[in-house]
T-cell receptor
Framework: QQQVKQSPQSLIVQKGGISIINCAYE??????FPWYQQFPGKGPALLIA?????SEKKEGRFTISFNKSAKQFSLHIMDSQPGDSATYFC?????????????FGEGTQLTVNP | EAGVAQSPRYKIIEKRQSVAFWCNPI?????LYWYQQILGQGPKLLIQ????????DSQLPKDRFSAERLKGVDSTLKIQPAKLEDSAVYLC?????????????FGEGSWLTVV
């Protein structure tokens, strides 16, 4: 049973535009929601993460918005750049369910055109 | 700080053959994970170690997959006999401990093709 659903599967954005990727989760015991960025031939790398006690977290051009009641969270990439072209994964973990180990979404392949 | 090291990076084997992957986590990280990432999908946990003990291996196909972390540092993942559907990237990862919220660091992966 997939516990984290991610959309869209792929996204094409023009340079300077806003990229938005959405995720929904089912398990209310999740308490940590990271986003990972993966370039071809590389392992996933942590981009930004949020806890459910805040509704938004911003780091540079990257922002996570979190809606606890809807069990949804999203990644916003402002002023998208060609170097942001990668696959993005949302994930979740929770001390009551799985400790530190992450359940990943299926990924979104982002292409930023110059 | 050195990252998670994995080897070999690439391996091509025939079905029913065996293969082994090695991982050296970040120094001082007590928790080690093996994930399987099939092309176009998100990583899926195979097994999680805390020091040299298994925390979770519920998703490990134990009839063909095995893993060990004998001294609580390096780990080996073995597949025997391999099937075509085992073609994937095997990602090793580590974190300081097993509490939710600990950053998990991934290696670059070992790419397996079974023909």
């Amino acid at each position: 049973q997939q516990q984290v659903k991610q959309s869209p599967q792929s996204l094409i954005v023009q340079k300077g535009g806003i990229s938005i990727i959405n995720c929904a989760y089912e398990n209310t015991a999740f308490d940590y929601f990271p986003w990972y960025q993966q370039f071809p031939g590389k392992g996933p790398a942590l981009l930004i993460a949020i806890r459910p006690d805040v509704s938004e977290k911003k780091e540079g051009r990257f922002t996570i918005s979190f809606n606890k009641s809807a069990k949804q969270f999203s990644l916003h990439i402002m002023d998208s750049q060609p170097g942001d072209s990668a696959t993005y994964f949302c994930a979740a973990s929770g001390r009551e369910t799985s400790g530190s180990r992450l359940t990943f979404g299926e990924g979104t392949q982002l292409t930023v055109n110059p | 700080e050195a990252g998670v090291a994995q080897s070999p990076r690439y391996k091509i084997i025939e079905k029913r053959q065996s293969v082994a992957f090695w991982c050296n986590p970040i120094s001082g990280h007590a928790t080690l994970y093996w994930y399987q990432q099939i092309l176009g999908q998100g990583p899926k946990l195979l097994i999680q170690f805390q020091n040299n003990g298994v925390v979770d291996d519920s998703q490990l196909p134990k009839d063909r997959f095995s893993a060990e972390r004998l001294k609580g540092v390096d780990s080996t993942l073995k597949i025997q006999p391999a099937k075509l559907e085992d073609s994937a990237v095997y990602l090793c990862a580590s974190s300081r401990d097993f509490y939710s919220g600990n950053t998990i660091y991934f290696g670059e992966g070992s790419w397996l093709t079974v023909v």
